[in-house]
């Protein structure tokens, strides 16, 4: 398994600031679950435990953060 990708920097202060903007729960999980891993590199199971949301979810939100940035968030 290759190892996780770096997230910018810089990333984990605009996602806390996105998350206190979240206008819905939905919102809420999606921005905790990159912000969870770019505060701490945890694996997506355990994110997708913490947020209620599936493994795929949280690995196509981090594969989307990591090419996109903030807009799929």
Request: glycine share 6%; charged share 20%; proline share 10%.
């Amino acid at each position: 398994m290759r190892p996780p990708k770096e997230f910018p920097l810089g990333a984990a202060e605009r996602l806390k600031v996105l998350l206190k903007q979240a206008a819905t729960v939905a919102d809420q999980r999606r921005i905790q679950a990159v912000l969870m891993r770019a505060l701490n590199p945890s694996p997506p199971s355990l994110i997708a435990g913490v947020t209620g949301l599936s493994v795929a979810t949280v690995r196509i939100l981090h594969s989307r953060f990591l090419r996109q940035g903030e807009s799929p968030v």
